[in-house]
């Protein structure tokens, strides 16, 4: 049997609800790193209620409690180990990918028997996770298209699901953090200051590497443009989390 790796972004909850509207019934994982933006835990629960349960299925997480199980893996959340240690997770590296999410959901199969997992990546994203099983990809569907499959459902859409210091975030997805969640905004410029001062070198968490936290929170304040010609709206990328999910 095949596991569903569930992010509650939309390209994971478009291909379940194609899977789940085909007859496939499975385990649904969700690797929880306890640093996701709360509007992610907040779809978890809503995906959950409306559509999963009235079909006799629900979401597996894997919380800190379920990774302590797993060997050399932190209970932690991913943003208190970074404090803990006075890191940032790093656009090149994977490291924080493979301990809070990877290793986490390959455990459990491991342990369960099972030796399939599905991952939601797009057909635009087709470059990625070579080798993987993707049903978006084998059924020639991309993002757009998972779109309009959650809206086909009367489903609200859900924002790309991703922790709220993923190196990958754009600057409209950082603007978004410090209007609607300053305190984490806070405490990943904290962090960011933090792992500055270990290092003793700059250290940012974008990965463009062009501003730091503090400098965005001025532009943020002052609603000033970033650059020549560009206001903070022009800038915004489909930047994918490097998780997959």
Known sequence: MSIISFGAGVNSTAMTILLVNRGWRGPILF???????????????????????????????????????????????LIEF??????????????????WKTDVIDHWCEEHGETEQLLAIALEERHRQ??????LIEMQIDRRQCIKI????????????????????????WRALYENHPDLYER??????????RRQKKTI????????LRWLEIMF?????????????????????????
Request: a negative charge; charged letters at 25%.
């Open 31 to 77: 690797a929880d790193t306890g640093t996701e933006w709360p509007e992610t835990y907040c779809y978890l629960d809503y995906f959950e209620r409306e559509w999963l349960n009235p079909r006799g299925l629900a979401v597996t997480r894997l919380d800190g409690n379920y990774r302590a199980q797993v060997p050399g893996r932190d209970r932690r959340p």
């Open 82 to 99: 970074c404090e803990h240690y006075r890191t940032t997770p790093m656009a090149g590296m994977r490291w924080c990918t493979q301990g």
């Open 130 to 135: 070579k080798g993987r099983i993707c049903p």
């Open 150 to 173: 959650v809206e086909g459902e009367g489903l609200q859409v859900p924002q790309k699901s991703t922790c709220y210091i993923c190196p990958f975030q754009g600057v409209l997805r």
């Open 188 to 197: 990943a410029a904290h962090l960011e200051e933090l792992s500055t001062m």
């Open 205 to 212: 968490l974008m990965a463009d590497g062009k501003y730091s």
């Open 221 to 245: 304040r002052d609603q000033q443009a970033l650059i020549d010609g560009d206001t903070m709206d022009s800038l915004e990328i489909y930047r994918p989390c490097i998780c997959g999910l």
